[in-house]
């Protein structure tokens, strides 16, 4: 059983991975995923014992709060955050800028205001309040579930300091100054921090709302008045919606599921879905997909999937599922996050004994230096560094037409050394041109001829058949009458004509067929009475793909079943090595050789592409292939452009190298500043505004992927 929930208050990766640890301590619960960044907690659970209302509330009591998912649930806990964020910040910023203006102004000018640190404080201890409420109950929590996280840093920085204060001021230490601004500051600059950061987040997400938007929340539902034998239309829930249903849609209208014409013609732009600009028409048993919108004219559309399994709520769902999957690299900074707190804790501590004992400074200037240290640790910016960048560039991708469904497909593919292509419906266009029908027997005419090969051909699914029959069908050539139709794997098509049988395809040890060309003959009676010449012609863009990827030091390969007259013509004609005559166990075994030497990426569209898909380090389906292939490949292509693979891969390094740059920052920040307010050369206020801003660099940095110039 899959389980989803929403949980909220959580900051960073280390309250992320207090709830993730939390939850695997359930028997029989296994692949938790917690994400900070959008409110989400899934897992699997085989247990029939396991009780989520106790779940609840053991994440209830960690500091969190959790319920299960519901439908379109994440933008309402996104705004409940924000709400609550903002509220607070408010609240504390009401009390701490005056607090903070008073105290600067008292220090830079000679003047005297009456009980002005008895004012001090009690401007101070809402702030505290507000910050314990927020911040400490998740710390105390944290602490007893042995899993300290953020909030620990934030609450002991600025209690040390107010506590520090309040003990100069009610003790009434003359030289000793009071810190009730600083602990004041940095609770507001930490939920200033958490609200941008809250924001940022949200506009990561802004790819994969523009996806659910597509899928409209009613439809006009067409149903039978019996009692006067007509029709009525009335507006529905999309959900609601039942496989067989008639639903009504006109131009201006977006398709509310998958379905098929069932009455009418109508125009319709797939571009959200496909990439394809150009409108296509639809008429008695096309397909038509949710999301698309209608141009021109007005249909009757027969329900073909529920709206959970429309086109569109797969693509969602494989967009979020890549966004969920870790790539290796972000290990890096989870294993990092998962000690910073009691580490930066013990770095404070120390901190504090070496300046007071060892370098002999005042107890003022110690403290000062430990609360520094709490003040300025950060372990958000590494949580953030790996996921928000995932995000940016999985929405990205799926606003080209690319669907990544891992998140490490995204790495491997900015790794790729070598890959491999299948040849039909992948470097060429699976489309096939025909010449002139040549005869070979004067008994029977061309205009016969292509009566034959189209009436057979229409009961095979071989791409050359499938090609043949859209050929003779857009020449309006006339079907003749036959018998006994079968089509026979590894053959062709055989049936009877006139009591005559006749075959189309390799029937005959006698092949009347030029090495140099493909072609199709036709026996009847085991004579071949004609052939025709056929030829299959490379996508428009393979050139253009092939060449990018030289450049970029990728090696292309030719991998395919096809003869090696057919597989050598494509790749004098592209530059690169091939292998022909590969039955799909054979591409295993080529993939699994060249994997010795480096990454290898796999591209195919045909069922017998698909063990070749899932072997490879990257399997890369194209859109228009089998359900197959697409089901077993971590990157589908949705339009028949190879070059989208040249925008996947220009994604996926921009991907990775985001990755990098923030993991950079996040570690340069810490291992710089930790140090610097240990040496006492950092005010903690200051810490605190840097600390608050740290994370909010990242998904900045993050967010840039978004307009980074990527080929298309």
Same mark, same amino acid.
């Given at each position: ?39 989400? *907690? ?59 203006? @008073?105290?600067? +102004? ?46 620990? !840093? ?34 507001? !600059?930490?939920? @200033? ?25 009613? *439809? ?41 014409? *069932? ?29 698309? @919108? ?25 967009? =979020? ?29 120390? +901190? ?60 491997? !593919? ?42 057979? =051909? =229409? ?34 098509? =055989? ?25 199709? +003959? ?22 253009? +793909?092939?060449? #990018? ?28 090595? #091939? ?14 050789? #060249? ?116 080929? *298309?």
């Amino acid at each position: 059983m899959k389980v989803c929930l929403t949980v909220t208050g959580m900051h960073c990766t280390s309250c992320a991975q207090s709830v993730q640890k939390l939850i695997q301590k359930n028997k029989g619960v296994h692949n938790v995923y917690v994400n900070f960044a959008t409110n989400e *907690a899934s897992f699997d659970v085989d247990n029939p014992d396991f009780k989520i209302e106790t779940l609840l509330k053991e994440i209830q009591n960690l500091g969190y709060h959790a319920q299960i998912k519901q439908e379109q649930e994440t933008d309402s806990a996104f705004e409940q955050e924000h709400s609550l964020l903002r509220t607070k910040l408010l609240q504390s910023s009401l009390f701490a800028v005056p607090l903070f203006l @008073l105290s600067m +102004t008292s220090m830079f000018v000679d003047m005297h205001i009456p009980y002005q640190k008895w004012i001090e404080l009690g401007l101070c201890v809402p702030v505290m309040i507000i910050g314990w409420k927020y911040f400490g109950r998740s710390a105390v929590r944290s602490i007893r579930n042995l899993y300290p996280n953020m909030d620990v !840093l934030i609450t002991m920085s600025s209690s040390t300091a107010f506590l520090y204060s309040l003990y100069v001021l009610l003790f009434n230490i003359k030289e000793a100054h009071l810190y009730f601004e600083t602990a004041a500051t940095i609770i507001t !600059l930490v939920i @200033l921090g958490n609200w941008l950061e809250a924001v940022s987040i949200q506009k990561t997400q802004s790819a994969l709302k523009s996806l659910q938007q597509l899928q409209p929340s009613v *439809a006009n539902l067409v149903q039978k008045d019996y009692f006067n034998d007509t029709e009525i239309v009335r507006s529905v829930p999309v959900k609601e919606l039942e496989i067989g249903d008639i639903v009504l849609v006109k131009a201006g209208d977006t398709i509310p599921t998958d379905g098929i014409v *069932a009455e009418g013609d109508i125009e319709v732009n797939e571009s959200m879905l496909t990439g394809e600009s150009i409108p296509q028409y639809k008429r008695n048993q096309d397909c038509v997909l949710s999301g698309t @919108l209608v141009m021109q004219g007005s249909a009757k559309i027969k329900v073909t999937q529920k709206s959970t399994q429309s086109l569109v709520q797969e693509i969602i769902n494989l967009v =979020q599922k890549a966004q969920q999957n870790r790539p290796r690299i972000q290990k890096i900074g989870d294993d990092i996050a998962a000690i910073f707190v009691p580490v930066v804790i013990g770095i404070a501590l120390l +901190t504090f004994v070496l300046s007071f004992w060892a370098a002999e400074k005042p107890l003022e200037a110690s403290f000062l230096n430990a609360v520094a240290v709490l003040a300025i640790s950060c372990p958000c910016a590494m949580g953030l560094a790996t996921p928000t960048a995932i995000m940016v560039g999985v929405g990205r991708a799926s606003q080209m037409s690319i669907l990544f469904k891992d998140g490490r497909a995204i790495e491997n !593919l900015a790794r790729i050394k070598f890959i491999f292509f299948d040849k039909t419906g992948t470097l060429t266009t699976g489309n096939f041109t025909f010449d002139e029908v040549q005869v070979l027997n004067p008994k029977y005419s061309k205009t016969e001829i292509e009566s034959l090969f189209l009436s057979f =051909q =229409q009961h095979s699914n071989h791409p050359i058949a499938v090609s043949m029959v859209r050929h003779y069908t857009q020449k309006k050539v006339n079907t003749v009458s036959i018998q006994q139709v079968e089509s026979i794997v590894g053959k062709g098509v =055989q049936g009877y004509y006139q009591g005559k049988l006749v075959q189309i395809g390799r029937f005959n040890a006698v092949q009347v067929q030029d090495k140099e060309v493909q072609q199709v +003959t036709l026996w009847i009676d085991q004579s071949p009475v004609a052939f025709v010449r056929f030829y299959d012609t490379l996508k428009a863009d393979s050139q253009q +793909t092939i060449q #990018y990827l030289k450049s970029r030091g990728i090696e292309p390969i030719l991998l395919s079943g096809d003869t090696e007259v057919n597989c050598k013509k494509v790749a004098l004609q592209l530059g690169i090595e #091939y292998f022909c005559n590969v039955l799909p166990a054979d591409k295993l075994h080529y993939i699994e050789r #060249y994997q010795k030497s480096g990454v290898v990426a796999m591209v195919g569209d045909g069922i017998n592409d698909a063990p070749a898909l899932k072997q490879a380090n990257v399997g890369i389906a194209i859109g228009s292939g089998t359900q197959v292939a697409i089901a077993s490949a971590d990157v589908v292509l949705r339009t028949d452009k190879l070059y989208s693979i040249v925008t996947a891969h220009q994604i996926a390094q921009k991907t990775v190298q985001t990755i990098k740059q923030n993991l950079f920052w996040a570690f340069f920040y810490n291992s710089v500043g930790i140090p610097i307010a240990a040496l006492g050369w950092l005010n903690p206020m200051i810490g605190a505004l840097i600390m608050a801003f740290s994370d909010v660099v990242v998904i900045g940095n993050s967010l840039r992927l978004r307009s980074r110039k990527i080929e *298309a």
